[in-house]
């Protein structure tokens, strides 16, 4: 039996069955080996350092805990900077040769910079760490923008959801890698510390191989002015032949609103820049980048790249129990992505995903702050006491509740909201920020554990607070918006008021059916 839900698609028109077929999830899941790349090289690289092994080859065994701190900052957050910079890259290649083109070429980047790291050299490791780190930068802008522009609106954040679901599998893969190496080869070889950097090869490899039958995005092409091509790549992933309606008018509608941007101004970079800050667009821009500054500033990457530091912390000494929990860690990350990206995102909707997920992950730091000060845990270890089991509860629970919303939302709201004329540029605007303030965290972390002890967990409870009073404010619901449709919500007369934009979004809409409905037009109700 089929439940009808009252979602429309386009007000006046009937949505064949076809469109919401089996090729777009392929696409999302062949472009999202992009995202196992950055999944896997955030988790495993934090877990490698603390492999005796890899201590020993990089100088890291006899160190001092201040040397270490500066070497482990400087290993990881070279791929932060080469990420900056290959997103800034990643911008000028996605409008030039397209979206596939990039995504291929960052998996060829990456694996030139894993094979630097296999041998050894400590020069070598951050020359590898800024190539992978300029695969995954280019990679991740442009990744969400290629499967947004591809999707369907009522499934755009499933799809786009994907890209987190692949991310958080490679991250648990990165996760217990690391624990399963540790267990079962000997520190005394090199082999412990060069599976963990090998393992980098394989979604590379994937990412390529099945991108090389997947289609360019169509509305790149139509803003290329490449229509018979966009047909035909919309026909491919729509799975409906190129004369049927459907194709013929959401062509239409791609066109007309390519030409309405545009208005006849120009196409050059100097254009682009300032019509990311034109009125209309600005507020977007700010909205999308200081969401990807919380989504940094709310503790994740310090996790992710630093987990077993943050297990000592609260009193998993070892190396094993450290990667155990870890690799916990790992799991519960990705079944609240699954959660998220499967069911949540496109029925509870972004908004409230984010309110829900930041007053659970703000909690949990919270309460990890408290007991960190109380257990003295940054300066002995405290005894595994009801108290430190509830403070490993806390980092599972902050898992679940960001794994469902600031973990994955920020990447899915800058693909979408963006005007088409200025999509690649605004994302990888976005992108650079998130990669500057990731390198921020990642670099400070282990000097923030040193220096503010407790005040770590404090700080990101703190900045949690912060990112939900945003998001409460200024953050409206995209939930089953068109992009053609979204400047009904960032338009130049709408309210920044996250709940006004909404309702004049929703009044506009209400308009359209009626009209449709007067007209004699069937209007769409979504069968699933």
């Known amino acids: 039996m089929r439940n009808i839900l009252k979602l429309r698609e386009r007000p006046g028109e009937e949505v064949p069955q076809e469109v919401y077929g089996w090729r777009p999830y392929a696409l999302a899941f062949s472009a999202s080996w992009a995202s196992a790349m950055y999944g896997y090289d955030s988790a495993f690289i934090g877990g490698t350092l603390n492999l005796p092994s890899f201590q020993r080859t990089f100088g890291l065994a006899d160190a001092s805990k201040r040397a270490k701190a500066d070497l482990s900052s400087n290993i990881v957050s070279t791929f932060q900077g080469g990420a900056f910079f290959g997103c800034a890259a990643g911008f000028f290649m996605a409008e030039r040769f397209g979206r596939k083109a990039t995504i291929m070429a960052s998996a060829v980047i990456f694996t030139v910079g ?26 991740a802008m442009i990744l969400p ?88 790549a919309l026909s491919w992933v729509r799975h409906l032949p190129e004369d049927h309606p459907w194709i013929i008018h959401e062509l ?77 860690f790992g799991i519960v990350k990705m079944v609240a992505t699954m959660l998220y990206a499967g069911f949540l995102v496109d029925k509870v909707g972004r908004r409230n995903l984010l309110l829900i997920g930041g007053a659970g992950a703000g909690i949990s730091m919270f309460y990890l702050a408290g007991y960190s000060q109380i257990s003295g845990s940054f300066e002995r270890t405290p005894p595994l006491d009801s108290g430190a089991r509830a403070a490993v509860a806390m980092v599972y629970i902050y898992a679940l509740f960001y794994g469902l919303s600031w ?122």
């Open 407 to 528: 973990n994955g939302i920020p990447w899915l709201f800058c693909s979408e909201v963006l005007p088409t004329r200025v999509r690649t540029a605004g994302m990888a605007f976005c992108v650079c920020i998130q990669w500057l303030t990731q390198f921020v965290v990642v670099y400070s972390l282990p000097h923030m554990v040193i220096g503010i002890k407790h005040g770590t967990f404090l700080f990101f409870g703190a900045c949690t607070v912060l990112a939900i009073g945003f998001a409460w404010l200024f953050v409206p619901e995209t939930k089953g918006v068109q992009l053609e449709d979204m400047d009904l919500l960032f338009g130049r007369d709408v309210s920044i008021v996250a709940t006004k934009a909404r309702q004049n979004y929703e009044d506009v809409r209400n308009a359209r059916v009626v009209v449709a409905e007067e007209k004699g037009s069937v209007v769409y109700e979504e069968k699933v």
């Open 114 to 139: 894993a094979i630097l790291q296999m041998i050894g050299r400590l020069d070598l490791l951050y020359a590898g760490r800024v190539f992978t780190g300029w695969g995954v930068g280019a990679s």
């Open 252 to 328: 239409s509608v791609v066109e007309n609103a390519i030409e309405s941007e545009v208005a006849g101004s120009p196409r050059t970079w100097k254009q682009i820049g300032r019509e990311l800050f034109s009125a209309g667009v600005r507020g977007r821009i700010i909205i999308s980048f200081m969401m990807m500054i919380f989504q940094n500033f709310t503790g994740i990457n310090a996790i992710n790249y630093y987990s077993p530091t943050i297990f000592t912390s609260i009193g998993f000494t070892g190396t094993s129990n450290g990667l155990l929990a870890t690799g916990i």
């Open 145 to 232: 923008i290629y499967v947004s522009e591809c999707s369907p609106a009522l499934i755009r954040g499933r799809l786009v959801g994907v890209f987190e679901i692949m991310l958080q599998v490679a991250l648990v893969f990165g996760f217990w890698v690391n624990y399963g190496v540790n267990k079962n080869i000997p520190a005394t070889t090199s082999k412990q510390w060069h599976i963990p950097v090998a393992v980098q090869f394989i979604p590379a490899g994937l990412l390529v191989l099945t991108m090389i039958p997947m289609i360019e995005s169509p509305r790149w092409l139509m803003s290329k002015g490449r229509k018979q091509e966009a047909a035909k």
